[in-house]
Nanobody, 115 residues
Framework: QVQLVESGGGLVQAGGSLRLSCAAS????????MAWYLQARGKQRELVAL???????VYADSVKGRFTISRDNAKNTVILQMNSLKPEDTAVYYC?????????WGQGTQVTVSS
């Protein structure tokens, strides 16, 4: 079992920044990669960024150059630094931990970007 606790969402004006954190606990050795997804109202959940256990990263085209995913192995935490935020970034953001057997999700944190 893996438990994920997210923090850092909120309301920000366009052009501003937010930092999301996801703390993992439990069977963290089983995690292959961790990721952030977003789900806007009425839309499907989609990948924002992921980071592998080796530190490789992948980003959605819509966030390249604006968002950075990183990990603090000592704290078992994954960070999503979001800069130059746009109103279209408004969504619930979910932390994800992928293992071979199970895909784990956090509870989600709301990010709202006002124009």
């Amino acid at each position: 079992q893996v438990q994920l606790v997210e923090s850092g969402g909120g309301l920000v004006q366009a052009g501003g920044s937010l930092r999301l954190s996801c703390a993992a606990s439990g069977s963290i050795g089983s995690i292959n990669y961790m990721a952030w997804y977003l789900q806007a109202r009425g839309k499907q959940r989609e990948l924002v960024a992921l980071i592998t256990s080796g530190g490789s990263t992948v980003y959605a085209d819509s966030v390249k150059g604006r968002f950075t995913i990183s990990r603090d192995n000592a704290k078992n935490t994954v960070i999503l630094q979001m800069n130059s935020l746009k109103p279209e970034d408004t969504a619930v953001y979910y932390c994800n931990a992928y293992t071979i057997l199970v895909n784990y999700w956090g509870q989600g944190t709301q990010v709202t970007v006002s124009s």
